[in-house]
């Protein structure tokens, strides 16, 4: 788990971005001819039962869901931010909203028919719809102007996800079945490990974000801790699941990349990651991914960051 940073971190420091720039080599856990995609079956669903269940209360979260709303934040002490935080916190925003894409993307795959995970789902689309509020709130008040300049790739992704995916996606994963659902619960830590780092990251460079952000923290913790142990509990002795979960670890992309303006969320990563503490804190995200079984040796995080910073460019 990664240390949750100070907000003391100096946000004029800006040596160059954490990541590497360089592909090659990260994945020396993947796919090497170990057989372990061997069809054999073990990937069944009732053997991991009881591993995925211990440990986290989701009764009691989903009983009494985090829901930062607007009104709980004094917005007044919050004004004239500057640009380079207000676009960080605009591309978050943005990730925050995309929980209900993100929410049919699932219901179209075998993770629908999981009890524990429609129900976490509930509350977590709960607390992301009034997060991306929140934030929302913050740009009203500093008289944020939307960037409305969509590149063309984007927009026909975006076409290509709305009218094509749900259809491809709901027939390829629901061949694969069970160790999908295992898969899916990877990349969904990984996201939110790359946006609670995001968060502690603006509060460091911007004080007064500090309480809207521990707020945003608690919430987080309880999406990586379900993450976490669901990831853990279906990868555990399944050689099959693993294998995937490196497919789709190594297909992973910073949130919101896809439909967003690479060159623009490339400026943001550099505000908010280009501090030498980063170098730390991105390691030990890649140690958690590392650490769940099948997974040894990924360095996604720093890969990902590595192909952004081929693209920041300073004062961006």
Not at 63 to 69: F, I, T, V
Not at 79 to 106: F, M, N, P, S, Y
Not at 109 to 124: C, D, G, I, N, V
Not at 250 to 275: E, K, N, Q, T, Y
């Amino acid at each position: 788990m990664t240390a949750t940073e100070s907000p003391s971190g100096n946000a004029d420091t800006q040596p160059q971005p954490v990541g590497d720039g360089n592909d090659n080599g990260d994945d020396n856990g993947d796919d090497n001819g170990d057989g372990d995609d061997n069809g054999d079956g073990d990937d069944n669903g009732d053997d991991n039962d009881n591993a995925v269940r211990a440990g986290f209360d989701l009764r009691g979260y989903t009983y009494d869901p985090q829901g930062l709303r607007p009104e709980d934040v004094d917005l007044g002490a919050l004004t004239g931010l500057r640009q380079k935080d207000l676009r960080a916190i605009a591309h978050l925003a943005a990730v925050e909203h995309q929980t209900i894409r993100l929410l049919r993307d699932v219901l179209v795959t075998p993770s629908h028919a999981e009890a524990r995970f429609t129900a976490f789902l509930t509350t977590w689309a709960y607390e992301q719809y009034w997060l991306a509020e929140t934030l929302d709130a913050v740009l009203e008040v500093n008289g944020w102007a939307e960037e409305e300049d969509v590149p063309l790739r984007a927009r026909m992704l975006r076409s290509w996800d709305d009218r094509v995916m749900p259809t491809v996606r709901a027939v390829r994963t629901n061949i694969l079945g069970e160790k999908f659902v295992a898969g899916h619960m990877v990349t969904g830590l990984l996201d939110v490990l790359v946006t609670r780092l995001a968060h502690q990251r603006l509060a460091a460079l911007e004080p007064r974000l500090v309480d809207l952000v521990d707020a945003v923290l608690r919430t987080k913790e309880q999406h990586v801790r379900f993450y976490t142990e669901q990831a853990r509990g279906r990868l555990e002795g399944h050689p099959d699941a693993q294998r995937l979960a490196r497919r789709m670890v190594r297909g992973w992309s910073w949130p919101g990349a896809r439909f967003g303006d690479r060159d623009r969320i490339a400026g943001v990563l550099r505000h908010l990651l280009a501090a030498p503490c980063c170098r730390q804190l991105v390691e030990e995200i890649d140690s958690e991914v590392a650490a769940l079984p099948g997974l040894t040796g990924q360095r996604v995080l720093r890969r990902e960051l590595g192909r952004f910073a081929r693209r920041a460019a300073p004062g961006r």
